[in-house]
């Protein structure tokens, strides 16, 4: 009997100790997390809409939706962050559509897991500089082995075309979700 | 068809042994033999789907609403620790055979990181209830397929003529080396 | 002076005699995934070795008070916790090296080196000599992780710490930096340090053996004289 209320004593106090410590560090560490947060966000908003200074989040269902501002609080396009499906797990991408919805204005990967070497490429500036100021209408289109002929074409990377692939398709599925939402209104 | 995509991304493409390294000391520990390796691989994958219903409960209707978060470590893992002592238990009650089979491996789970790995990953995707649990049983057939294959190579390297200094461990890594290879094939499927 | 000997003998067996990775071949989930880089194999290196030598002090501390049932339990929910410090201390002020180890931070938990320390020492031991042992174990697996790191960007990007070393010329191995990469690397190192020490044993067996001989030749020799 003794023993029992010592072996209940000694893990109690050293559950009770054990949460107290970890609530206080996750008191001081959650204001540096959600700052840390914040600025990535904002730093992926602002290098995909350099034109941009406020940002306001859009209330989106199944997509992560920003409208940008200029100086003078005057709309100047959207943010999207939409994923989906690459070569060898989730892409998450992030990219600035200009107020009409007729441009992109510039992207960035935020997240994949491709092959180390091919389809990293994608997260390379010569093949996201290929989406700044690209037409988006009807949809854009990718080409392989040659250089894109239209404005709204981008070339596929040798070696990681479905790497590529997918990630024109998850920009143009955002685009049309958007557009969509955008139409309802 | 997305919970079929889940399935085998998480079964082959991102295999838990050969893609994250979860699940290794088992799989050097136990790969000696196809019939335990054939066990071990049941006995985690049944351990991971049960961990996957618990620990999604634990972190939606707990953890998240109590805005308890920080403690999602110290709980999934105890609570890995209790459900293998729990599982154990009532195999041995309710099946004899299944517990002979599978009885000696259930301890060793607890320390497997394939297990608190399954947990925490499903934690962190913000998978729903039915994907965690279609997550967990990719990644548990991905262990069994990976731990069953090595255990076949493993009976024929016996037979083999491998430098004395290279024997055991370093060699199983090798040839993981190689099984790992040759899953990149399966890259591309989804 | 004797006790001093033990002493330094305590830590030093961890950075190769009893080195977690090459010899008693535990930890191997951490070693294998995080080592892309050099930098990344320091990282969680550090990591292990705190949560390692903090939990083996508390672990020592409280050795006499905790009842040997429970004793894992207890083991669990101290090594949880400053893992989960580090966690969150990495989250808040390390938020690019946090994204980088992603989930192996956590998983240090159940990373058999630290549970093994716990069980096969810090319980049993005085503070400082658990300190110690702790602190060489930690170095230990740090070492062996920087090494594999090293090894692996050198290869697969050229690179160490983020410095080119090798030339243009030469071209990444990708398989380095793959997850085979991992696997083939750590078996070869592993049978290398293992062919080390054989030929090591090799040798003094050698010696003895052939003193004994010349020995006993020499004693062959006074007899047939």
């Known amino acids: 009997m003794k023993q029992v209320i010592k072996i209940i004593a000694v893990l ?25 947060k914040k600025e990535a966000t904002e730093k992926a908003i602002f290098l995909v809409q350099p034109e941009a200074k406020y940002y306001e989040r859009f209330d989106f269902s199944d997509m992560e939706v920003y409208k940008v501002y200029d100086y003078d609080k005057e709309l100047v396009g959207y943010v999207v962050v939409n994923q989906g499906n690459g070569f060898q797990g989730p892409i998450r991408v992030i990219f600035g559509l200009s107020k009409d919805l007729q441009r992109i204005t510039a992207i960035d990967v935020l997240e994949q897991v491709e092959t180390p070497g091919l389809g990293t490429l994608i997260t390379e500036d010569d093949f996201k500089n290929q989406f700044k100021n690209l037409l988006i209408v009807p949809m854009i289109e990718w080409v ?28 143009n599925d955002g685009i049309n979700k958007l557009k969509k939402r955008l139409n309802d209104e | 068809m997305e919970l079929i995509i889940l399935f085998i991304s998480a079964a082959l493409i991102n295999n838990f042994v050969l893609a994250y390294f979860l699940g290794i000391c088992p799989f050097i520990g136990v790969s ?15 351990v991971m789907t049960v961990t996957s219903i618990v620990s999604w409960l634990i972190n939606y209707k707990i953890l998240i609403p109590y805005n308890l978060t920080f403690l999602t470590i110290p709980s999934f893992i105890l609570v890995i620790a209790s459900l293998v002592q729990f599982v154990e238990m009532v195999i041995k009650k309710v099946s004899q055979p299944l517990y002979r089979a599978l009885g000696i491996f259930l301890p060793l789970i607890t320390t497997n990181c394939a297990i608190l790995g399954l947990a925490l990953f499903g934690a962190m995707r913000e998978y729903s209830f039915i994907q965690n649990i279609i997550f967990a049983l990719g990644a548990g057939s991905g262990f069994t397929l990976a731990i069953v294959l090595m255990a076949g190579i493993r009976e024929e390297l016996e037979l083999a003529n491998v430098p004395d200094a290279f024997r055991g461990a370093p060699i199983t890594l090798i040839v993981a080396g190689i099984l790992a290879l040759a899953f990149m094939g399966f890259a591309g499927m989804i | 002076m004797k006790k001093e000997v033990n002493y330094s003998n305590e830590f030093l067996k961890g950075l190769w005699d009893i080195n977690p990775v090459f010899k008693q071949v535990l930890g191997m989930c951490p070693v294998l995934a995080v080592t892309v880089s050099a930098i990344n194999g320091l990282a969680m290196g550090l990591a292990t070795t705190f949560v390692l030598v903090f939990s083996s002090l508390i672990v020592s501390l409280i050795r006499k008070i905790v009842p040997n049932q429970v004793r894992i339990a207890t083991f669990i929910v101290i090594i949880s916790t400053f893992v989960t410090i580090v966690d969150l201390v990495m989250k808040a002020k390390f938020p690019e090296l946090s994204k980088a180890l992603g989930p192996f931070i956590p998983l240090i938990v159940v990373n058999c080196l630290i549970l093994g320390r716990m069980e096969a020492f810090a319980s049993k031991n005085s ?56 696997f083939l690397t750590l078996g070869l190192l592993m049978g290398l340090s293992n062919w080390y020490v054989k030929k090591k044993e090799q040798e003094e067996i050698e010696l003895i053996f052939s003193g004994y001989r010349s020995a006993t030749t020499l004693n062959t020799q006074t007899e047939l004289n």
């Open chain 3, 127 to 182: 503070v400082i000599r658990s300190l110690l042992d702790s602190t060489g174990n930690g170095i230990g697996f740090m070492l062996a992780l920087i090494v594999l790191g090293s090894i692996r960007e050198l290869l697969g990007n050229r690179t160490i710490f983020g410095f080119q070393v090798l030339p243009e010329l030469y071209t990444p191995m990708l398989v380095m930096i793959l997850p085979a990469g991992a």
């Open chain 1, 12 to 36: 109690t106090s050293i559950g009770i100790i054990s949460g107290g410590v970890l609530a206080s560090v996750s008191n001081w560490a959650n204001p540096f997390i959600e700052k840390n």
């Open chain 2, 32 to 46: 000696g033999k196809i019939t335990s390796a054939l066990s071990m691989g049941i006995a985690v994958t049944f």
């Open chain 1, 144 to 171: 392989k082995g040659k250089p894109p002929s239209k404005d709204n074409e981008i070339k596929a990377i040798t070696g990681a075309t479905i790497s590529s692939k997918a990630t024109v398709q998850i920009i």
